[in-house]
């Protein structure tokens, strides 16, 4: 704009000093001065038609030369549909990895909450240390890994109310807490993801509902309760549909209202952890949570959150916070000394709250990297291909250089081919990124990505438009310029073979190859990194057999089943499902094997002095748990149906168990506690122990099988509550799911039956992270790697043909098509080893980031090393051999006739 | 420049730019001297409108064959003008632009006059 005035300006001013001199002119003829003027400007004309057809010439031209550059990079890309394919798709491919990867990235690490004035929004946690009298906790706690200090995020409901009344540093505080829960509507019953919230938490946060209304400092009563439900939950469960509101469903058998359907953007606090429902907080006692606390101090289960008001400073604010939670400690644990009292920290909650973000940040960060090498693998790619076909051209472009077309000229239309292949590449990419993010969550979902707000908008549109106009600046520039700096005249007498300039040109593309395998090198070596942790993690003995499982999930705890009920339940629902034709046993487990989750406990074993890191995994099950599953009993007896309520207290505990805490001798008969050995009081049992099984693991696939303990959960029912089931069948597991589920609801169908998959699904998707980027990064490997080759073929084919003639000559002179072979694959091999110099240092430099999601591979693996450098030479001996062959076959006759 | 005479010619088409590519091979110049020059030597009978003459130097200027640059005249240090000059290029152009206009000329200088020519 700035151009077009001052262009305007100077216009007026040019034709101005025209008018002078014109009208001076008039005046020395004889004129007075008035009337000159007048004659000069009638002379002139129409001042402003002349003004407007001027400047017309500017604005003309300018559109004119971008239609023509436009037209003719049309026209070349067109005449070589190949090159502007493989162009094309490769850069969709890089461009459209990347833009995925952003798109995940931005909704986990940058996107901020759709709420009002976010940065405003602070969390309130606190630094753990050993002196906080504190008794219970549950969790959300998460070790900062900058300064090694363990963070929570929970406080009491008192705590929370202290704060509410007396921090006037906030002008509003909200407390919150997920729970899952479930809910009976339309006859059916399942699992919900909830939240308590404090009836001021919409208000808090400033967001509105789609239909109806949020929940309000009024709602929250005990009594009276409504509920509001996630756009994503009213969808799925609700059909979408409107009349939803003020509808009654049941929650945890606790009668509510629906009172409104929040917008879709909105999915709580954990970006990539979806909610279904909210509950004012009030109804934790009603909904049977008895362990959540409205009244104790001693009790830590909020999460609560502020919004602090302009011109306060954190620092003000965390010791405010301090200060009143020390009081609630002192209300509850008398005198304490102040370094009992934990120092607060205030973290920004503009991005929501950060557990999800820690947890998959590395990963992202990890996929970024191949994605953008891969880019960086096209963009070289591509520099290469254009300054081949640069050199093609190099007669057509001395012939217009020489007709008087400018530099600037040319490369502007150079550029103009470059940037369109950018583009065509950028809207394919937007095309490919959705399902390759789909591919993305798809491994990931176990993780909660499902309510990942990873859509391409217009942020990622953004990134992916930049990145377009980068990677043309990238490929584009370097053999544009090249190309236009081309001595005339040996350029048109040659017609391009044997310039000089096409020596430079050579080095440069085979400069460019060396980095191509640089970079390949990089993905290939991590490539073999991820799939050798994959195939060793398929290749751990679990120490059961999976094969002909169906699992599921339930909790009829909440459907009001408590204590002995509860387990007569369970015992009847086993005997029900194991009653279906082809399940050959049922067991139960109050956790699954592979789930990822575990309960544990402090072990005390009299006689034996105390370490403190004397524990167990505790596996609550049925007796019929390890035959199941296929867990053998070494030594001693399995559980048995008579080891019930009344009887002694029973365990069979595992190999290492025994090793650990009795040396490896026979445990068979021996007693042990469970709890915490420094505090007696809190010490179960003695617990006899009556079997030893075989070692199997227990939370996951990765981790080292620890001590653990099976516990009859008939001995253990008033902690009782929700159950995997593990049926092994003769048929398809997944044939009898339906059986599976018209057993359990012909005892009771309020009971919901939830997450049925089978044992060895279960098993492949903990291990979809590293199945992800074992496929992702070998495809991009091997797409390198093939990238490569193509690129020496071009150079090595390239020089071959500009060297014919001095083949001809070597021939001619006698030598051998060996030595002249012998001439192509030294080229080759002087690229591909400084290829291979660059790219394996800087592996093993790389390798290290990813250390901690490797499985039995160090990150320096020789295999892996040693294979990606192999893959390399073999890939591109294969790409020199058919130049090579070429060259051997060159007549001398005919290759000095050129001449 | 009075009314219209009836012993002026409109200028071809396309030839006012080749013209004011020749009128600057002498040294820089600005509107106008050019549209001035012009007339002059061709004793008034090729008239130069203005506006075709700004748009023409715009192109020019625009195509990279004159550059244009703001200066003060010899006799008058107060006022400044726009003076254009030829670029290298521009002169090139010139050339070619010659050269078509000598082809033109003598083949339609063949058909009118077929006696003289020969």
């Given at each position: 704009?700035?151009?077009?005035r001052q262009?305007?300006?100077?216009l ?6 025209h ?22 400007r ?16 500017w604005v ?21 549909p ?16 990347n ?17 009002r004035?976010?940065e405003?929004l ?8 050993d002196?906080?009298?504190l008794?219970?906790?549950s ?12 963070i ?15 921090l006037?540093?906030?002008s509003d505080?909200v407390?919150?807490?997920p ?5 009976t509507?339309?006859g059916?019953s ?8 404090s009836?001021n938490?919409?208000r808090?946060?400033?967001v ?12 929250d009563?005990?009594g009276?309760?409504?509920v ?5 939950y009213?969808e ?10 003020g509808r009654?469903?049941?929650v ?8 409104g359907?929040?917008?879709?953007a909105?999915?709580?606090l ?8 909210f509950?004012?907080?009030?109804t934790?006692?009603a ?8 009244t ?6 909020v ?11 954190d620092?003000q ?7 009143t939670?020390?009081?609630s ?12 009292i934990p120092?607060?920290?205030l973290?920004?909650g503009a991005?929501?709250v ?14 970024s990297?191949a994605c ?10 591509l520099?290469?291909?254009l ?8 007669h ?8 008087g077309?400018?530099r ?6 150079l ?15 937007v095309l ?9 969550l798809h491994?990931?979902?176990?993780n909660g ?7 391409i908008d ?9 990145l377009?106009?980068l990677t ?8 544009a310029?090249r ?6 005249s ?5 017609g ?6 096409s020596?430079a ?19 290939l070596?991590?490539a ?9 993690l398929?290749k ?10 169906l699992t599921f999930?339930?909790d ?8 002995q009920k ?6 009847r629902?086993r005997?029900r499902i ?10 139960m ?11 544990d ?26 035959e199941t599953?296929r867990i053998p ?5 399995d ?17 290492t168990f025994?090793?650990q805490?009795f ?9 042990f ?5 420094k ?7 003695p ?9 199997a693991h227990y939370?996951g ?9 099976y ?12 159950m ?5 069948t003769?048929l ?6 339906g ?7 012909g005892?009771?169908s ?10 060895e ?6 291990l979809g ?5 074992a ?5 991009f490997g091997a797409?390198?790697?093939l990238l490569?080759a ?11 043909a500009?060297?014919?003639?001095e083949i001809?000559?070597r ?9 002249v ?13 400084l290829?291979?110099?660059?790219g ?22 020789a295999v892996?090393?040693?294979g ?6 073999v ?8 130049p090579?062959?070429r ?13 | 420049?009075?009314?219209?005479s ?10 006012l730019?080749?013209l ?6 002498f040294?820089p ?7 001035k020059?012009?007339?002059r ?13 700004y748009p023409?130097l715009?192109?020019?200027?625009r ?6 640059k ?10 400044e ?5 030829l ?17 033109l ?9 077929p006696?003289?020519?020969?």
């Open positions: 704009m700035r151009w077009h262009r305007d300006e100077d007026d001013r040019e034709l101005r000093a008018l002078d001199l014109e009208a001076a002119e008039q005046q020395a003829a004889g004129l007075p001065a008035e009337e000159a003027r007048h004659a000069a009638r002379l002139f004309g129409n001042a402003t038609l002349v003004k407007e057809t001027t400047r017309e010439v003309w031209t300018w559109l004119e030369r971008c239609r023509h550059d436009l037209r003719y990079a049309l026209r070349i890309l067109r005449k070589s190949v090159f502007t394919a493989v162009a094309v798709l490769s850069l969709a491919l890089g461009i459209g990895a833009t995925a990867v952003f798109s995940l990235l931005d909704a986990v690490l940058l996107k901020q909450l759709p709420v004035d976010p405003q602070r969390i309130l946690t606190w630094v753990h240390n002196k906080v009298p008794h219970s906790h969790g959300y706690g998460m070790r900062d890994l900058k300064t090694g200090e363990f929570s995020g929970s406080f009491s409901y008192p705590a929370y109310q202290a704060f509410y009344r007396n006037p540093q906030f505080l407390a919150y807490a729970y899952q829960l479930t809910v509507a339309g059916t399942d699992y919900a993801d909830g939240q308590f919230v009836g938490y919409f808090g946060l400033g509105q509902t789609l239909i109806g209304r949020p929940l309000r400092p009024q709602d009563t005990p009276g309760p409504a509001v439900l996630t756009y994503r009213w799925k469960r609700f059909g979408a549909d409107p009349e939803v509101i009654q469903i049941v945890n058998q606790q009668p509510f209202t629906v009172a359907v929040l917008p879709p909105f999915q709580g954990f970006p990539g952890q979806g909610v279904d429902l509950v004012p907080i009030e934790v006692k909904l049977g949570v008895p362990w959540y606390s409205l104790n101090a001693d009790s830590w289960w999460q609560v959150f502020g919004r602090l008001k302009p011109g306060v400073s620092a604010a965390e010791a405010a916070v301090r200060a939670l020390g009081g400690i002192r209300d509850y644990a008398g005198k304490v000394s102040d370094a009992a120092q607060v920290r973290a920004s991005r929501g950060g557990l999800v973000r820690a947890r998959w940040s590395s990963r992202l960060y990890i996929l990297v953008g090498i891969i880019l960086l693998i096209a963009c070289v790619n520099a290469n291909l300054l081949a076909r640069a050199t093609g051209r190099q057509e472009i001395a012939v217009r250089l020489s007709l077309a400018s600037a000229r040319l490369l502007r239309q550029f103009t081919e470059s940037l369109l292949l950018a583009s065509v590449g950028g809207v394919l990419g490919l990124a959705k399902p390759l993010a789909a591919v993305v491994y990931w979902a176990g990505s499902g309510t990942l707000d990873a859509r217009a942020r990622s549109l953004a990134f992916t438009f930049s377009a106009l043309a600046v990238l490929f584009g520039l370097a053999p310029w190309t236009t700096r081309i001595d005339l040996p350029a048109m007498k040659g391009g073979r044997g310039a000089a300039g020596i040109r050579a080095r440069m593309g085979r400069l460019l190859v060396s980095a191509q395998v640089a970079l390949s090198v990089l993905l070596v991590g073999g990194l991820f799939v050798r942790t994959l195939v060793n398929s751990v003995d679990l120490g059961f057999r999976p094969e002909r499982l999930q339930t009829p705890s909440r459907n009001g089943y408590h204590g509860l387990a007569d339940l369970y015992t629902l005997q194991a009653a279906i034709p082809g399940v050959v046993s049922v067991g487990s109050h956790v699954g094997l592979i789930e990822g989750s575990e309960t406990d402090g072990v005390y074993v009299p006689g034996r002095r105390v370490r403190p890191s004397d524990e167990s995994n505790l596996l609550v099950c049925s007796d019929s748990f390890l599953m009993v070494v030594m001693g007896r559980l048995s149906s008579s080891d019930g309520p009344g009887g002694p207290l029973v365990a069979v505990v595992n190999e025994a090793k805490y040396s490896g001798k026979n445990p068979v008969g021996e007693t506690f469970l709890g915490d050995p505090d007696t009081a809190s010490l179960a049992g617990i006899r122990i009556v079997g030893v099984a075989k070692d939370t696939v990765r981790e080292t099988v620890p001590p653990i303990s516990l009859p959960y008939t001995q253990r029912t008033e902690n009782l509550r929700q995997t089931f593990a049926i092994r003769v398809p597991p997944l044939s009898i799911a059986a599976v589920r018209r057993a359990v609801a005892i009771d309020t009971i919901p039956v939830a997450d049925v998959r089978t044992e699904e279960q098993i492949d998707d903990s992270t590293e199945r992800l980027f496929g992702l990064v070998s495809s797409l390198a790697a490569a193509i690129g020496l073929y071009g150079v090595l084919a390239y020089s071959v500009r060297r014919t003639a001809g000559i021939i001619a002179l006698g030598a051998t098509r060996g030595n072979q012998w001439l192509v694959l030294r080229e080759s091999l002087l690229t591909v080893s290829g291979l110099l660059l394996a240092p800087a592996a093993f430099a790389l390798t290290r980031l990813v250390k901690s999601m490797l499985y039995g591979v160090t990150p320096a693996d892996s090393f040693a990606a450098v192999l893959l390399m030479i890939v591109t001996a294969i790409a020199a051999w058919v090579a062959r060259a051997a076959r060159v007549d001398p006759m005919v290759a000095l006739r050129y001449e | 420049m009075s009314k219209a009836p012993d002026r010619i409109e200028l071809l088409q396309g030839t730019d080749m004011i590519l020749r009128t600057l091979l040294g110049a600005h509107g106008h001297q050019i549209a020059h012009i007339q030597t061709t004793d008034e009978v090729l008239k130069v409108e203005h506006g075709s003459l023409a715009h192109r020019l200027e195509q990279g064959w004159i550059a244009a703001w200066e003060t005249a010899g006799k008058d240090q107060k006022r003008f726009k003076y254009y000059r670029t290298a290029t521009g002169r090139k152009r010139l050339l070619t632009e010659e050269s078509k206009w000598k082809q000329t003598h083949a339609i200088a063949r058909i009118m006059w006696a003289e020519e020969s």
